[in-house]
């Protein structure tokens, strides 16, 4: 299936790996991308062994009232189901090259692909702006409070990073939607309670602000830690000494050699930040990628199911790829062969 | 209502012995900010959560009067539960009830206070959690060190891309896989584990949420470890030790190890905290009746007076065990006077 968006993101995979081969030299290209590949391998067996050993039979649910087991055994036969395991694995990984998801259990008109090609922009522009405000909220956070250390400014922020981080999203969710409605009964301005509609700001406030909630304590204590030790270094002195500003000292010293750290952090931030799209989206009713991860499962459809936990185990992968490829080219202390 | 329970008192002794040696140990002021801190968040968490169940739908008073009632009948129960009073001297008693460790009766089971139901969440909660976070530093951390002491070999390669597949993997689909597994297993008459329940005296029942939950966190121990030891690797005093001529496994565990364990711990802490929390997805999948299972319940039932419980309980846990990394960081590396 060669569509435009398909061949766009090749290109840039394609790119990114040749740019790693020539910055960071061939032998670690070559050692991740046979991670890489080993990572796919794993994810697509298990995946595969998932949908092969679920009850149920693709077979019987589409025979129906028609079943009789003659009809069963040819139906089957012509979806290759009566091959064996490792035949059938093989077919799943051949199609998986060519793109081919095979069609949806339930709505049986639509193509896994067609399916998840309307989820995957949702949930990227949700994750995406998720991640960036983590970011951009929590990482200033983290640096004021480390340049304060342990004054009011730095307890302040650390308990209200704190208590975002304990209560779990769904219940956040819930004194949302409880706050709304009650907002609603009063004919006040509220925000919607459900629906995806980018980039309406009223609409998609919520649920990033949600998503990003729970990241950015973590990213505002972890930037503090950082910038504690480095700013106790002896080369922050040196500068200090040498008469620069504090804010020079600050930024262009500290900092960044304390981002070091909080780029390793992003590829597990993407994990997480997957893991809790699937509550929120389910929620938040966003149809995205993680709400049909969620959907496959209650409906049992399997193929859907497979679709969305292959691309969301490669989007990790490949994101914890950038991650390691970014941190070999920030700190030119580390010689990675 | 002060419960007299042991368990009750001993934490409350724990907490209070703690305090006293983080104040000798770290100094009185920063004792004292901590505490601050530990009463702001819970005043921000006691006062949000009191908001929700105070514009929540539904009425206390018209739930238990059922097909009882009168407007009148309403009334009456209404101020007899101080439901009239004004929305901050409500807060107060809220305040007040909680100190008395009060938490209020659940909407929904009306014989039983949150105070019993969370009683019984939280050493489930504690008891999975502890023994899975063992069970991951257990797995996580010896791979993190054998991964960076054998840097960009294949065995470090493997065992980067065997914990990422586990780490990429969604955790509810590691579990539906499981799941699945057992079906099937179940199916062919192999021995196999149940999908649900939780009973202590039968352990079989404990291995799966334990294994699965470990195995879903251990990937992100692994990558830290790894990347911890890598830098320690590179610093001056280790290419010192090797000068002095300390034997490689010395070098590894009594030098490398012990100074990169500081970003370990620091990691460690907010996990400690969700230990109460319930790893809530594993609850819910397995049916164990933990602290996280009761949160997710107690939104679906509209049981405001739970969910404020379970919250208010997160709080103070997150808080508390912030606290404590925080110390544990200040013992690991003597270098930190003040946190």
Same mark, same amino acid.
């Given at each position: 299936?060669a569509?435009?968006?398909?061949?766009?993101?090749?290109?840039?995979?394609?790119?990114?790996?040749?740019?790693?081969?020539?910055?960071?030299?061939?032998?670690?290209l070559?050692?991740r991308?046979?991670?890489?590949?080993?990572?796919?391998?794993?994810?697509?067996?298990?995946?595969?062994?998932?949908?092969?050993?679920?009850?149920?039979?693709?077979?019987?649910?589409?025979?129906?009232?028609?079943?009789?087991?003659?009809?069963?055994?040819?139906?089957?036969?012509?979806?290759?189901?009566? %091959?064996?395991?490792?035949?059938?694995?093989?077919?799943?990984?051949?199609?998986?090259?060519?793109?081919?998801?095979?069609? !949806?259990?339930?709505?049986?008109?639509?193509?896994?692909? !067609?399916?998840?090609?309307?989820?995957?922009?949702? !949930?990227?522009?949700?994750?995406?702006?998720?991640?960036?405000?983590?970011?951009?909220?929590?990482?200033?956070?983290?640096?004021?409070?480390?340049?304060?250390?342990?004054?009011?400014?730095?307890?302040?922020?650390q308990?209200?990073?704190?208590?975002?981080?304990?209560i779990?999203?769904?219940?956040?969710?819930?004194?949302?939607?409880?706050?709304?409605?009650?907002?609603?009964?009063?004919?006040?301005?509220?925000?919607?309670?459900?629906?995806?509609?980018f980039?309406?700001?009223?609409s998609?406030?919520?649920?990033?602000?949600?998503t990003?909630?729970?990241?950015?304590?973590?990213?505002?204590?972890?930037?503090?830690?950082?910038?504690?030790?480095?700013?106790?270094?002896?080369?922050?002195?040196?500068?200090?000494? %040498?008469?620069?500003?504090?804010?020079?000292?600050?930024?262009?010293?500290?900092?960044?050699?304390?981002m070091?750290?909080?780029?390793?952090?992003?590829?597990?931030?993407?994990?997480?930040?997957?893991?809790?799209?699937?509550?929120?989206?389910?929620?938040?009713?966003?149809?995205?990628?993680?709400?049909?991860?969620?959907?496959?499962?209650?409906?049992?459809?399997?193929?859907?199911?497979?679709?969305?936990?292959?691309?969301?185990?490669?989007?990790?992968?490949?994101?914890?790829?950038l991650?390691?490829?970014?941190?070999?080219?920030?700190?030119?202390?580390?010689?990675? !062969? | 209502?002060?419960?007299?329970?042991?368990?009750?008192?001993?934490?409350?002794?724990?907490?209070?012995?703690?305090?006293?040696?983080?104040g000798?140990?770290? $100094? &009185?002021? &920063?004792?004292?900010?901590?505490?601050?801190? *530990?009463?702001?968040?819970?005043? $921000?968490?006691? /006062?949000?959560? /009191?908001?929700?169940?105070?514009?929540?739908?539904?009425?206390?008073?018209?739930?238990?009067?059922?097909?009882?009632?009168?407007?009148q009948?309403?009334?009456?129960?209404?101020?007899?539960?101080?439901?009239?009073?004004? @929305?901050?001297?409500?807060?107060?008693? &809220?305040?007040?009830?909680?100190?008395?460790?009060?938490?209020?009766?659940?909407?929904?089971?009306?014989?039983?206070?949150? @105070?019993?139901?969370?009683?019984?969440?939280?050493?489930?909660?504690?008891?999975?959690?502890?023994?899975?976070l #063992?069970?991951?530093? =257990?797995?996580?951390?010896?791979?993190?060190?054998?991964?960076?002491?054998? #840097?960009?070999?294949?065995?470090?390669?493997?065992?980067?891309?065997?914990?990422?597949?586990?780490?990429? *993997?969604?955790?509810?689909?590691?579990?539906?896989?499981?799941d699945?597994?057992?079906?099937?297993?179940?199916?062919?008459?192999?021995?196999?584990?149940?999908?649900?329940?939780?009973?202590?005296?039968?352990?079989?029942?404990?291995?799966?949420?334990?294994?699965?939950?470990?195995?879903?966190g251990?990937?992100?121990?692994?990558?830290?470890?790894?990347?911890?030891?890598?830098?320690?690797?590179?610093?001056?005093?280790?290419?010192?030790?090797? #000068?002095?001529?300390?034997?490689?496994?010395?070098?590894?565990?009594?030098?490398?190890?012990?100074?990169?364990?500081?970003?370990?711990?620091?990691?460690?802490?907010?996990?400690?905290?969700?230990l109460?929390?319930? #790893? &809530?997805?594993?609850? =819910?999948? /397995?049916?164990?009746?933990?602290? $996280?299972?009761?949160?997710?319940?107690?939104?679906?039932?509209?049981? @405001?007076?739970?969910?404020?419980?379970t919250?208010?309980?997160?709080?103070?846990?997150?808080?508390?065990?912030?606290?404590?990394?925080?110390?544990?960081?200040?013992?690991?590396?003597?270098?930190?006077?003040?946190?």
């Open positions: 299936m569509n435009l968006p398909v061949i766009v993101i090749l290109a840039v995979i394609v790119l990114f790996l040749a740019f790693t081969g020539y910055r960071l030299g061939i032998r670690f070559i050692k991308v046979a991670g890489l590949i080993f990572v796919l391998i794993g994810v697509t067996f298990i995946t595969f062994m998932m949908g092969y050993w679920a009850p149920g039979n693709a077979v019987i649910g589409q025979l129906g009232v028609h079943y009789t087991p003659k009809a069963a055994a040819t139906l089957l036969h012509f979806y290759g189901l009566d %091959k064996p395991w490792y035949q059938q694995y093989g077919d799943f990984l051949d199609r998986l090259i060519h793109l081919d998801l095979g069609n !949806s259990y339930i709505a049986r008109d639509q193509s896994v692909w !067609s399916i998840l090609e309307r989820g995957v922009p949702i !949930s990227m522009e949700l994750g995406i702006t998720a991640l960036i405000i983590t970011v951009v909220i929590g990482v200033p956070l983290g640096i004021l409070a480390a340049v304060r250390a342990n004054k009011a400014t730095d307890t302040v922020i308990t209200i990073a704190l208590g975002l981080y304990a779990p999203s769904f219940v956040l969710i819930a004194f949302f939607a409880v706050a709304m409605v009650k907002l609603a009964e009063a004919g006040n301005p509220h925000l919607p309670v459900s629906g995806w509609d980039p309406n700001p009223a998609i406030a919520a649920p990033i602000l949600i990003a909630a729970v990241g950015f304590a973590y990213y505002t204590r972890l930037t503090r830690t950082s910038m504690i030790e480095t700013l106790r270094q002896d080369y922050v002195r040196t500068a200090r000494a %040498k008469g620069l500003r504090e804010r020079t000292v600050i930024v262009r010293h500290a900092f960044r050699n304390a070091i750290p909080l780029v390793t952090v992003l590829g597990p931030s993407i994990a997480y930040i997957v893991n809790g799209l699937f509550i929120v989206e389910f929620l938040f009713n966003i149809p995205g990628i993680g709400f049909q991860t969620v959907q496959s499962i209650e409906q049992r459809d399997w193929p859907v199911l497979q679709g969305t936990v292959i691309i969301l185990a490669i989007a990790v992968a490949l994101l914890n790829l991650t390691d490829v970014v941190y070999g080219i920030i700190d030119p202390r580390i010689k990675v !062969s | 209502m002060v419960s007299s329970d042991l368990g009750a008192i001993l934490t409350l002794v724990v907490l209070v012995a703690f305090l006293a040696y983080t000798l140990r770290f $100094g &009185f002021q &920063f004792l004292v900010r901590r505490i601050a801190g *530990l009463i702001f968040v819970l005043v $921000g968490v006691t /006062f949000v959560t /009191f908001i929700m169940g105070y514009f929540a739908p539904g009425d206390a008073a018209v739930g238990q009067l059922g097909i009882h009632y009168t407007p009948a309403a009334a009456t129960l209404r101020h007899f539960y101080g439901l009239d009073l004004p @929305w901050y001297e409500q807060y107060g008693g &809220f305040l007040n009830n909680l100190i008395h460790l009060n938490l209020g009766t659940s909407f929904i089971n009306r014989d039983q206070t949150v @105070w019993e139901i969370l009683q019984r969440g939280v050493p489930v909660s504690m008891t999975l959690g502890l023994t899975s #063992a069970l991951t530093l =257990l797995i996580g951390v010896p791979l993190g060190v054998v991964a960076a002491v054998r #840097a960009n070999s294949h065995t470090d390669t493997l065992i980067q891309s065997v914990s990422l597949v586990l780490y990429a *993997l969604p955790s509810f689909v590691i579990i539906v896989f499981f699945i597994l057992m079906i099937k297993m179940q199916n062919l008459d192999l021995p196999h584990l149940p999908v649900a329940g939780w009973d202590l005296s039968q352990p079989q029942t404990l291995i799966a949420p334990i294994a699965i939950d470990a195995l879903i251990f990937a992100y121990f692994t990558r830290l470890t790894r990347t911890s030891m890598l830098e320690v690797m590179r610093e001056d005093y280790i290419r010192a030790a090797r #000068a002095k001529g300390v034997s490689e496994r010395n070098v590894i565990y009594k030098h490398v190890f012990r100074n990169a364990v500081l970003p370990l711990i620091t990691a460690i802490g907010p996990s400690i905290a969700f109460v929390n319930g #790893a &809530f997805l594993v609850e =819910l999948f /397995f049916n164990i009746p933990g602290i $996280g299972f009761q949160t997710v319940q107690s939104i679906e039932s509209r049981d @405001w007076p739970v969910l404020q419980g919250v208010i309980i997160l709080a103070v846990a997150v808080v508390l065990m912030n606290l404590v990394t925080d110390m544990f960081y200040g013992f690991a590396d003597p270098r930190i006077r003040v946190i």
